[in-house]
């Protein structure tokens, strides 16, 4: 039985983060304050009353996890963090400042924020993520994940759903905010909670409909939430938006817009005359862990070296699951998710050797790569792969990784036209622009097995985004075991003083490139080749030295839209040093065909680099 004194103190907590967050929200000019009053009272029974954590430690290993998926309420969480003592509450009033941590919408830049939100429908994702992890690492703190009921419109939250069903993940507990509206127009269910009851249930989850201004029932179906039952479990709370501002409660057109100050004075001064003045609950610090649970991650195991012979030939994506496997063994950390693709991007191997560390995504791609912040946020390495261009449907969820600097490894498999016969709409042509538009990612494309597995390791070892891009068709193997690789770097793969040309190529082109370097060789012209398997960030340096040695003539071939790809990454690197360029790439909307036909059709193979080196060199 909770007492009347407590509930009392817990709305108490929840008028003061109203207050708190009218205040900033004013003072900033700009917000959403409607959505934090809404969401008040359930986040006041979250944080003093429900949630275990150490507000010193946000990421203590023991310490209970929260999201909050409606970015846009980032008043009410920071408001919250004051009450709990990790800020000071006079720092409130410096939101969305260029000076202020205190952003517009949450972002990593504070420790008690793990990913940052303010895309809709994704924070459930990163909550199934977090709570997979957490049952790997077998803990018991719980996963608060608190949702609008807009973004529910969203298919990536439903896509989470079922994951979290399916998996039975009972350590997660989603707490859906039903205020009615949204930022332009009532919402599609409005205040029908038992709809959302239901859709929650039919994934498999536990859920309850609660009125979300009643904090005797809010505190008696969060506690009850904290129990493990082998499911997860969905609060659904009817809310008024504005609550506790008579003049804009439950009316439209005031979605992210501040309270006018004298609006904004009358309110507060309404709050407060509505304290109690009792004694505020505090916040509940979990047990300690042993210090060993707590140490930070050790550095990974390496590999040994590959074992490829010259000449063999092996698929790099084939490669790439082998990598990870023999990384997975030495490294508990590793983690590896998949759209179930894995008998095609050979992940499948990194289950057979790593089965406690492999989770099957399913064909949800959004959520596969939400999920996989998520894990990496709990300290683990993750590795999530599918085809490249089905992450093209996720590209929203690796946008908002960069955001929440996340440590996530993404592999792209059945890369460019010669993938062959599955015809264009299988065919990733628009992954390496994609990626290299990510702030601060890294883009490795292997050209061998031998390479590809360097990456898989380079890329483990890389706090950051990370994607590598594999190819379908088996290509011979270049490299011995010893060769060293890094990231940011090249291989200059045939050289010599006579080179008149150098052809920059990566991946199945490198192949095409080496053909045409032996044609023109027997026609008695030289060129030099570049394998660029670091194509962001790219060996400037190296470019600029073989361009100079060679005339400054460059020719690019990638197995990719002429837009944004290697050749856009190479003209950016020289551009203005005198260096001309004539870019090799795909330029039309392929179709079904043989991979070698599809490569000659598109003016990628051989045959075109011999001609175009011959038009560049002036041989021809």
């Known amino acids: 039985m909770t007492s009347r004194a407590f509930l009392d103190g817990l709305q108490d907590r929840a008028n003061r983060l109203r207050i708190h967050s009218i205040r900033a929200t004013t003072a900033a000019g700009s917000g959403h304050p409607t959505s934090c009053c809404s969401a008040a009272d359930l986040v006041a029974a979250l944080f003093f009353d429900v949630m275990r954590f150490r507000p010193a430690e946000p990421r203590a290993a023991e310490s209970d996890r929260f999201v909050l998926s409606k970015g846009h309420a980032a008043p009410l969480l920071y408001a919250a963090w004051a009450e709990a003592g990790a800020l000071s509450p006079e720092s409130l009033v410096t939101l969305r400042r260029i000076d202020s941590d205190l952003e517009g919408h949450p972002t990593p830049r504070l420790s008690f924020v793990d990913v940052a939100t303010g895309s809709l429908g994704q924070g459930l994702s990163n909550g199934v993520g977090m709570a997979l992890a957490g049952r790997m690492d077998e803990s018991d703190r719980t996963v608060f994940v608190l949702l609008g009921d807009g973004e529910c419109a969203e298919g990536s939250v439903w896509e989470a759903a079922a994951i979290a069903g399916y998996y039975r993940l009972d350590t997660l507990v989603a707490i859906v905010d039903v205020n009615r509206l949204g930022q332009s127009q009532a919402t599609m269910l409005e205040h029908d909670v038992q709809a959302y009851r239901k859709r929650f249930e039919a994934f498999g989850w536990r859920a309850v409909a609660v009125d979300g201004h009643d904090m005797s029932e809010v505190v008696r179906a969060l506690r009850r939430a904290r129990r493990r039952s082998g499911r997860p479990v969905a609060v659904v709370a009817r809310t008024v938006k504005g609550k506790g501002i008579p003049e804009v409660e439950d009316r439209d057109g005031w ?262 370097w032996a044609e023109l060789r027997q026609r008695g012209v030289a060129v030099r080749v570049i394998d660029l398997y670091s194509v962001k960030p790219l060996d400037r340096v190296g470019l600029l030295a073989a361009a100079r040695a060679t005339g400054g003539r460059l020719v690019t071939v990638e197995d990719h839209y002429a837009e944004g790809g290697l050749g856009d990454a190479v003209l950016e690197a020289v551009a203005g040093e005198g260096v001309r360029v004539r870019k090799l790439a795909v330029a039309e909307l392929p179709r079904s065909g043989a991979p070698e036909v599809l490569l000659d059709r598109c003016g990628i193979s051989a045959r075109h680099i011999v001609r175009t080196v011959l038009e560049v060199a002036g041989a021809s």
């Open 255 to 516: 979605h992210g817009k501040p309270l006018p100050e004298e609006a904004a004075t009358r309110a507060i001064a309404s709050l407060e005359r509505q304290l109690h003045g009792g004694e505020l609950p505090p916040v509940r610090v979990p047990k300690r862990r042993a210090a060993a649970a707590l140490a930070a991650p050790s550095p990974l195991v390496p590999m040994a070296p590959p074992a490829y012979e010259l000449g063999s030939s092996i698929a790099t994506r084939q490669a790439y699951g082998e990598a990870l496997a023999k990384l997975g063994k030495l490294n508990p950390v590793i983690v590896a998710m998949d759209g179930d693709v894995k008998n095609s991007t050979f992940a499948e191997r990194f289950k057979e050797a790593c089965p406690s560390q492999y989770v099957e995504g399913f064909i949800a791609e959004q959520n596969m790569v939400g999920a996989g912040v998520g894990l990496g946020v709990c300290g683990k390495i993750p590795f999530v792969s599918t085809f490249a261009c089905f992450l093209t449907r996720a590209f929203d969820q690796i946008r908002m990784a960069a955001i929440s600097r996340a440590n996530l490894k993404v592999s792209g498999s059945h890369c460019g036209v010669s993938i062959g016969e599955d015809g264009p709409s299988q065919m990733g042509l628009e992954d390496l622009a994609m990626f290299r538009a990510v702030p601060g990612s890294v883009v490795l494309y292997p050209a061998d097995a031998v390479s590809t597995e360097r990456c898989v390791e380079l890329a483990a070892g890389h706090r950051g985004i990370v994607y590598i891009r594999t190819t379908r068709p088996k290509t011979p193997v270049v490299y011995g075991p010893d060769e060293p690789f890094a990231i940011g770097a090249l291989k200059v793969v045939r050289q010599d003083a006579a080179d008149r040309v150098t052809v920059v190529a990566a991946g199945v082109t490198l192949h095409e490139a080496l053909r045409a």
